[in-house]
């Protein structure tokens, strides 16, 4: 069966400093991977979308980024943390065509 | 983005049937989907709709009406650990903000 792994589960950071999330998924070839974000009171947000090893679509212009090194591993990264950054992210993948995504555990962000 | 609105909260009674409701401002899409998020915890999918009508899985059920910009999901026999958030989204892309649904014994 499939399985998607996302740590840490929660994180605190100082403004500034650099960010990088990790999402592997486990039991299937190819996934469609995707970077999300949930602040406060707001909707999912996606972020970033990747169909394939390398290439990577942003939904979002901001100070994070994205990239995928191999084919079930999804990486969240930034340079330098702002304090807006803070939020609950999540990675999610699904195998194409119609249906829902299935979604990591998530990250806590706190950036301080 | 697109306008999706859900209303924040609602309460039901425990072996209740509740309807929460989603509208959305846009025409061209493929499908509508409804995911359940317990507090503190990722979202989970529930169901979706591609064609007018309504899809039943369970106890769960989702109604789609492209022409009113609508959809709802329908909840029977509620039990305790229903007590969550539940988001609308048009083709994973656009969400609301999801609607806490408590519902008491």
């Known amino acids: 069966s499939q399985t998607i792994h996302q740590w840490p589960a929660t994180l605190v950071q100082p403004v500034g400093s650099p960010l990088s999330l990790e999402c592997t998924v486990e039991g299937t070839s190819n996934p469609n991977l995707y970077w999300y974000r949930q602040a406060a009171g707001r909707g999912l947000q996606l972020l970033f979308y990747?169909?394939?090893?390398?290439?990577i679509s942003s939904e979002v212009p901001q100070n994070l980024s994205a990239s995928r090194p191999q084919d079930r591993q999804f990486i969240l990264s930034s340079k330098k943390l702002l304090l807006s950054d803070s939020g609950f992210y999540l990675c999610?993948?699904?195998?194409?065509?119609?249906?829902?995504?299935?979604f990591g555990s998530g990250t806590r962000l706190t950036v301080v | 983005g697109q306008n999706i609105d859900q209303p924040t909260e609602m309460t039901a009674t425990e072996g209740a049937i509740v309807q929460i409701n989603c509208t959305y401002q846009t025409s061209g899409f493929n499908g509508l989907f409804w995911y359940q998020q317990h507090a503190g915890e990722a979202p989970t999918f529930l169901s979706y709709n591609v064609l007018d009508g309504l899809e039943e899985k369970g106890r769960f059920s989702s109604f789609l009406s492209r022409s009113k910009g609508y959809s709802y999901l329908l909840l029977k026999e509620l039990q305790m650990k229903d007590s969550a958030s539940y988001l609308c989204a048009v083709d994973n892309l656009f969400f609301g903000t999801g609607t806490r649904l408590t519902v008491i014994p």
């Open positions: 999610a993948w699904d195998a194409g065509g119609m249906g829902g995504y299935t």
């Open positions: 990747s169909v394939g090893i390398g290439q």
